[in-house]
Each structure stands twice: as C-alpha cells, then as structure tokens.
DNA sequence: TTGCACTTTCGCAACATTGCGAATAGACTG
DNA sequence: CAGTCTATTCGCAATGTTGCGAAAGTGCAA
C-alpha cells in the first residue's frame, strides 16, 4: 500500500519538534500523572460505590488486595488495559478508549 | 484471620455469579477481542489520517515498524495504556479512559 | 521483469506489570 | 484496653509487553 512519500516526511518532522525538541520529555510526564491520578480515583470511587473492599474486589477479578491498593494509588504509573478491563468487568463496566485531539491552547 | 461482614458478603456473591458462575470465562474475552480489534483499527486510521507510515510513527514515539504493526494487527491483545498514549501523544490526540456501565438487554 | 516503499512476521533480550504473602498503620467498636 | 476490619507498603518470583533487527510478503510503477 504505497502511498505519497513527499509529504509525509515534513509532517514527521513537524511533529518531532513539536513534542521532542521545544520540551525535555518531561512535560509530557505531567499529563499522564494527572491521568493515572484519575483513573486511580476512578477505579476506588467505582469499588466504594459497590460497597466493596478492596479484598472484596480483588477476589473479585482474582488477585489480591495490595494489587488493588496499588492500583489506587495516586503515584502510581503502571496501569494497564488489561487490569483496567478486568475491574470493568467485576463491576459489571466496560472500559471505553478514546483518542481525542488535543487544542494546544488556540 | 476470620473475615465475615454480613452485608457486604452478598454483593461480592452477587457480582461473581454474575460473571464467573453463569459463562465459560470465554465469554469475556469475546469483547476484549473486539474491543483490540476497535484500537488496532484506531491506530491504523490515525496514523494514515496523519499521512504517516509505521516507520515514521515509530520514529516519532521511538521505536521500530515492527512494533507499530504488532499494534495495528487486529488479533493483538497485548495494548497497554503507555503505548497507547505514546501514540496519541505523537498525533497530538490524548487518551481519554472512561467506565460506562454495560446495560444487559434492558 | 526489476526496483522501491511499505507492511508483516519471527526470534530473543530487556524492561514493566502482576501475583502473592507478610508486616505495618489507621479507624472503629465493645 | 483488646479485637477486628480495612488500607498501605515492601520484597521477590512469574508473567507480559516492549525493543530491535532481519527476513519475507505486498503493491505499485518504470
């Protein structure tokens, strides 16, 4: 599937500066942390508003409670699909991906 | 260690029935199927969308073609959350993770 | 046909997440 | 106070994903 190979490679590079070189890597840090510390939130709010514990829950989708601890922990950086889906599914929930554009402050 | 609640005990039976007991633990996976079918696809148009080609993503996220395909292939079950927001990240989109409640035959 | 760009598959090392138990701390009750 | 339940943290083995190159497959055009 061959497709226009002059016009592709500017955008490469326009996409390169735009979030390699004008920041060091670290910004990008900034916003997934804000993320994990949702979803953190999120998945302890959907386990409160059950009435479960966090023993109860990991029963549930088969592990333990520290995994369910960690993974309510605001600093923590590691969540996965799969786990997300499995709480999902525990909780009678699906969980919905969505790629949406980001308005860089225009 | 005796653990035995009375109310709670109920809803964690309740809940396991619901998605252990009655279905073969495959049944689950039927939508997990679809739903890495639906972010496979997803990438593949974004990247497209973007006039990108697998190499020229991976470049943007630091990694290889390989890995970029490995995504796009619709029988992959292994995304994970930090791949996916490396990818939206590159395409100046941001993942959004939402829990909606899965409504059976209402 | 050849050449070229793109895609796909394979294999394995490196890294990240999960699984799990045990110990600790906090809150609440009798 | 002791007793119980819950939440949190630590460490390590097991599992899973990523990183990467190389090779082969695909489609298009000269």
Same mark, same amino acid.
């Given at each position: 599937m061959a497709q226009r190979p002059k016009p592709a490679i500017d955008a490469v590079e326009i996409l390169h500066r735009r979030f %390699?070189? $004008? +920041?060091?890597?670290?910004? +990008?840090s900034l916003e997934q942390t804000r993320a994990n510390e949702e979803i953190a939130r999120t998945i302890c709010e959907l386990r409160t508003a059950a009435s479960l514990t966090q023993s109860q829950l990991a029963r549930l989708i088969g592990t333990t409670a520290s995994v369910i601890c960690r993974l309510e922990d605001?600093? %923590?950086? $590691?969540?996965s699909l799969a786990m997300l889906r499995r709480i999902a599914g525990a909780l009678n929930q699906r969980v919905e991906i969505r790629f949406v554009p980001i308005r860089r402050s225009a």
């Open positions: %390699y070189e $004008g +920041k060091p890597t670290r910004l +990008k605001a600093d %923590y950086e $590691g969540h």
